[in-house]
C-alpha cells in the first residue's frame, strides 16, 4: 500500500499478469510501475470457515479447480476447470480476474449466482462489499487506486442445490462466445425454490435473467419450464456482433445454454454427478 502510495495512479498491482500483460501488449495499458504482489504472505488460501468458503486473492484458477475444498461448489469448479487453457490457469488468479471486472470473464457470471462477498484493505482499513455491488460497470470496480482484493467470500449454498457453469468458445484461449451459471434450490416435489440465473458475453456486463428466474420459481422443472426460461433469457441477452457470431446467432445461444445448465444443475441438486464447463465450437 505504500509503495501504491508513493508510485501513484500510474502504478499498477501485478500477481498472474493474465489480465494486465495482454493489455500492455496491445497497448491499452502502459503502467509506470508493476508492484509484485506474489509474495505477501496469506493471500492464496483456500478455506472453508462457518459455512463460507475464502479464496484468497492470490489463489490460482488451477488450485480452485484442484481444491476439494472449493469443489463443495461445483459451479466454482466448473469455472476453474474451463479458464482459458492450463498455462493461464496456473497463473491467473481469482483476486485479479474480479478486480478487472472484464465483462467477458467468467468468474462474474458464477460468482453472481452466489452469495459472494469481497473483502479489501487499504489504507482506510477493511471493508466487505456484495459483488453486486463491487462490480459498477466494464473494468469499473469500487476499488480504490491504493486498495488490494484480500479474499473471495461464497456462502456454501444450501441442501438439495446445484449449480452449472456452460461456457461455448471456438478455442480454450480465445473468450466465450456466450455463457450461462445458473444455481437453483430444490423444493418439495421437486419444484425450483430458488434460481439465480446470469448470462455472460452477451452484454456490457453480466446479466441477471430475472424473467427466466421467474419462469422456474416455484414450478416444477418441467420441459415446458425450461423452454420459458430459455426464452426470457434469450430476451433479456443484449448481445453484439462480432468475429465470434452475429447477434441473432447469439440469442439463439444463450437460451440453449441456459436450458442446458438449468437440467445439469437440477441434477446436481438431486444428488447425480454430472459434468459441465466448457464446450468447444469444434468438438
Known sequence: MQLLQELGEEAKLIAGGQSLIPLMKMRLARPA??????????????????????????????????????????????????????????????????????????WGAVLLTLETLVRSFGPQGERTVTLEEFIQDAYTTVLGHDELVREVIVRIPPKHSGGAFVAFKRSAPVYATANAAVQLTLGDKDTCKDVRIVLGCVGLMAIRAREAEAELRGRPLTGKALQAAGEAARAAAEPQGDLRGSADYKRVLIGALVKRAIGIAARRARGEQVEAGHEYAAR
Not at 89 to 105: C, H, K, L, Y
Open 33 to 106: 510501475a508493476l508492484i509484485d504482489i506474489n509474495h505477501i504472505p496469506g493471500l492464496s488460501g483456500i478455506e472453508r470457515h462457518d459455512g463460507e468458503i475464502r479464496l484468497g486473492a492470490l489463489a490460482r484458477h488451477a488450485d480452485i479447480e484442484a481444491s476439494s475444498v472449493a469443489a463443495a461448489i461445483p459451479i466454482v469448479h466448473d469455472c476453474a476447470a474451463g479458464i482459458a487453457d492450463i498455462q493461464v490457469r496456473n497463473q491467473g488468479t481469482i483476486g485479479g480476474s474480479i478486480a478487472e471486472a472484464d465483462p467477458s470473464g467468467d
